[in-house]
Nanobody, 123 residues
């Protein structure tokens, strides 16, 4: 499975962005898709995930109520709608795909990774 993330950019605090992650290849093997982010000097952290079979979504507490993860089956694409952005949301955002049930917040539960897209939120 290949993942291509896009949609990052520079936005003012309070603004919004929508990230996309297009999947290709053996997408039928995907069990879950997720988004992680890594700020400068920080460890990569879980942001959100969506289960492929039933669209059940999971969120980190820091983004709950502001971010929404969704998918388009026909396009094999996962989206991350980010509203009410804060400077602390500044990071490189990575999409990831997992092929088995496991701990959704753990990086080790994901088998495929996109290249990352930079989101910068100015104050």
């Amino acid at each position: 499975v290949q993942l291509q993330a896009s949609g990052g950019g520079l936005v003012q605090a309070g603004g919004f962005l929508r990230l996309s992650c297009a999947a290709s290849g053996r997408t039928f093997s995907v069990y879950r898709m997720g988004w992680f982010r890594q700020a400068p000097g920080m460890e990569r952290e879980f942001v959100a995930a969506i289960r492929w079979s039933d669209n059940i979504a999971y969120y980190a507490d820091s983004v709950k109520g502001r971010f929404t993860i969704s998918r388009d089956n026909a396009k094999n694409t996962v989206y991350l709608q980010m509203n009410s952005l804060k400077p602390e949301d500044t990071a490189v955002y990575y999409c990831a795909g997992g092929i088995r049930p496991s701990i959704i917040t753990s990086m080790t539960s994901y088998d495929y990774w996109g290249q990352g897209t930079l989101v910068t939120v100015s104050s």
